[in-house]
Each structure stands twice: as structure tokens, then as C-alpha cells.
């Protein structure tokens, strides 16, 4: 059974930064991805890492102040995204998404397994 787990979400100020963090227990190696979704509005494409941390991408709202990682060879399945200089419209809960070959990576129907999502709340 695959397990996805995030963390780090949490209330701060326009203009801070949060670090989230994600962990997936499963028998094989996944690509990751973090989408977010506000109230009444769509999930998200924010960004994106290769099994291998190879291949990155970013959604155009977020291109320049997120950065998505992967952790080193001792923690495999686990994808970090710093989140800068953050603003209110940022406002959202987050989610974290693997899977073991996602065929579009800015789709949400790509990835079999998801995290239950931690709330962002930027305040102005």
C-alpha cells in the first residue's frame, strides 16, 4: 500500500517563505509533484521532479518563487517545495502527488496516489 504524507503548511505573512514537505511509502520509486487548490477553484499544477530529479517543472504561477527537490539517496521518495516570497493568493491547501510514470505531469488524473493536503494561509 502506498502512503503519501505532507507537512509543513502553516499560517505567515505576505512576503515569508514555508518549506513543505512530502514522504511516500511505497515498494517502488515515484515521480512527485505538489498541486494546491483553493476554495471553489480547480487543482493546481505547481510543480514537478523526474524519478531521478532530472527533469523539473514548474506551473507558470509559481515559476521563480518555488522550488521543488527530491531527497538524497537515503530518502529517495521524499520531495521538498520551498515556497518564497509568498502572497495572499497563495492562500490554498497543498497536496502532494506520486506516481511511477505519470503521462501528463501537470495533470492531476496523472498520479495514483495522493496526501491528504496541509493548509497554506498567507496572510496580507
Known amino acids: 500500500q502506498v502512503q503519501v504524507v505532507e507537512s509543513g503548511g502553516g499560517l505567515v505573512q505576505t512576503g515569508d517563505s514555508l518549506r513543505l514537505s512530502c514522504v511516500v511509502s511505497g515498494p517502488a520509486f515515484y515521480a512527485m509533484a505538489w498541486f494546491r487548490q483553493a476554495p471553489g477553484k480547480d487543482r493546481e499544477f505547481l510543480a514537478s521532479i523526474s524519478t531521478t530529479g532530472g527533469r523539473i517543472r514548474y506551473g507558470n504561477s509559481v515559476k521563480g518563487r518555488f522550488t521543488i527537490s527530491r531527497g538524497n539517496a537515503n530518502a529517495k521518495n521524499t520531495a521538498d517545495l520551498q515556497t518564497d516570497s509568498l502572497k495572499p493568493e497563495d492562500t490554498a491547501v497543498y497536496y502532494c502527488?506520486?506516481?511511477?510514470?505519470?503521462?501528463?505531469?501537470?495533470?492531476?488524473?496523472?498520479?495514483?496516489?495522493w496526501g491528504q493536503g496541509t493548509q497554506v494561509t498567507v496572510s496580507s
Open positions: 502527488a506520486a506516481d511511477e510514470n505519470p503521462y501528463e505531469f501537470y495533470s492531476p488524473k496523472s498520479y495514483d496516489f
